[in-house]
């Protein structure tokens, strides 16, 4: 009964396939560092740094679209997903309706097919532009521009198989889809072993990558088609309805253009770097950089694996039962994030060190500025996902207040501080946006920010910050 559970659970599976997937980024990293030259580490880098961007576009319209279908599943009907952020008691019978749902269904397929032709473009021009000066650097340009090609095809196809995911997502399946992804991955950890044992090069392992991601992606559509007794083919076809598309796309491009800006901001540091500092700083700074991406995908995955649940309860008004499920995902996601800086701090450079790589982690005042900036960023990015599942949706406002209030200190600051202008500016600009987001998030949970956090994020700043002492001091 116990290992059932393990196995059905949705946190416990997604922390198995964010280990999983961890291992494969911790395999891959010291063939990197090891066998690569400095000038191909760098281009690697940045590869991760520019799909990172392609996700996050992704994840900004995937989040509407899982919650929208969660709220259908849940029996909400569409004309009623922009009256839940006043709903704090659950009042109401529900029935699933299938027609509804293939509407959504159609539009998520239009949404995605017109957002992966937009990113297929910009990554032909403004993308290639970008690697064009570090892909310069390597001593056979040719392969590197064969390396940029396969990336281009294959983050565009993901991107738009991605809406088996959000399907599968937004029925609650995630046990199911962390369990295909934790197989997937395991069979690329092998892959990988061999190529970096025998194949080892850019070429070879941009590719192998890239054919695992793919795999990955059609081994979730092929999961789509038999989930809920192929309920998929059971579901009537519906032709594009625009009046549909306007009431989602009223969400959607505010979490859209929210997640765009947070990206853009997550991800321009490195390419940034890549252009202006030579390969060893830039390697460093994006080594550095992608460690805490892992740490801070690894917290959002406790929270988001119950995301459904959460938008579920959220859409029928069961505040009485959401509030103590957002404090035990919320209590495990800081927990996660804690022991990963712990690990980071005091073992980051022996780790590196272990495999010889040829790249080193960053100063301690780069990690230390990525450490509280990740957090921080964390507890907003949390809790305007919590402010979605109520259907009231202002991302976009924080959004574009960050975003510019970002770019400000980045050409203000960047003379005197150098390459921690990045994780400084986006900590201090995410922090001019912390009132807004008081003031507003938690009265759709119909309590307030010191009674929410008192035992959930204060402890979580306590603790980092007690852990940042002892690092500096020792």
């Known amino acids: 009964m116990f290992f059932r559970k393990l196995y059905n659970s949705s946190i416990f599976t997604s922390w198995i396939s964010q280990l999983i997937k961890i291992v494969f980024s911790l395999i891959t990293l010291p063939i990197i560092l090891n066998k690569f030259k400095v000038e191909e580490v760098n281009v690697w880098f940045l590869y991760a740094t520019i799909v990172g961007i392609g996700q996050g576009i992704q994840y900004g319209f995937n989040s509407t679209f899982i919650r929208f279908f969660s709220y259908s599943f849940a029996g909400i009907k569409i004309k009623y997903f922009f009256k839940i952020k006043n709903k704090i008691t659950n009042s109401e019978v529900n029935k699933f309706d299938k027609d509804e749902f293939s509407d959504l269904f159609s539009v998520l397929k239009i949404t995605f097919l017109l957002i992966t032709t937009l990113y297929f473009l910009l990554l032909i021009s403004i993308g290639s532009y970008a690697v064009k000066t570090p892909i310069s650097y390597l001593e056979n340009p040719n392969e590197g521009w064969i390396t940029w090609f396969v990336v281009v095809i294959s983050t565009s196809f993901n991107i738009y198989m991605s809406i088996y995911q959000i399907f599968l997502r937004g029925f609650n399946k995630i046990a199911l889809l962390n369990r295909i992804i934790t197989i997937v991955n395991l069979f690329g950890i092998i892959v990988i072993l061999i190529i970096g044992l025998y194949f080892a090069s850019l070429l070879s392992l941009i590719i192998g990558v890239q054919f695992i991601a793919i795999l990955t992606s059609v081994s979730l559509y092929i999961m789509a088609l038999k989930a809920n007794n192929c309920f998929l083919y059971k579901v009537p076809k519906r032709k594009f309805r625009l009046d549909i598309f306007k009431e989602v796309w009223d969400s959607a491009w505010k979490s859209g253009t929210a997640t765009i800006f947070a990206t853009i901001m997550k991800h321009v540091s490195g390419i940034i770097v890549a252009q202006l500092f030579s390969p060893v700083t830039s390697a460093s700074f994006l080594l550095t950089k992608r460690l805490f991406e892992l740490l801070e995908t690894l917290t959002m995955v406790t929270f988001q694996a119950k995301i459904p649940e959460i938008a579920s309860l959220r859409g029928v008004g069961d505040i009485k039962r959401l509030i103590p499920l957002l404090r035990r995902v919320l209590t495990l996601s800081y927990g996660v994030y804690v022991i990963g800086v712990f690990v980071l701090l005091f073992f980051g ?53 960050t975003f510019i209030f970002y770019f400000i200190f980045v050409l203000l600051l960047y003379k005197y501080i150098g390459v921690i202008v990045f994780p400084i500016s986006i900590m201090i600009a995410t922090m001019i946006t912390a009132p807004i987001i008081i003031n507003r998030t938690y009265k759709t949970l119909d309590t307030t920010f010191i009674d929410f956090e008192k035992y959930i994020f204060f402890p979580t700043l306590l603790l980092v910050i007690i852990l940042c002492a002892i690092y500096i001091f020792l």
Do not use: C, M
């Not at 990015?381 to 109520?390: C, E, F, V, Y």
């Open 349 to 401: 450079d022996f780790f590196i060190s272990l495999i010889k790589a040829n790249s080193n982690l960053g100063s301690p005042l780069l990690i230390i500025s990525f450490t509280f900036s990740t957090l921080i960023v964390r507890w907003a990015g949390i809790n305007l996902a919590i402010s979605n599942q109520a259907n009231y949706v202002y991302e976009h406002i924080i959004g574009t207040i």
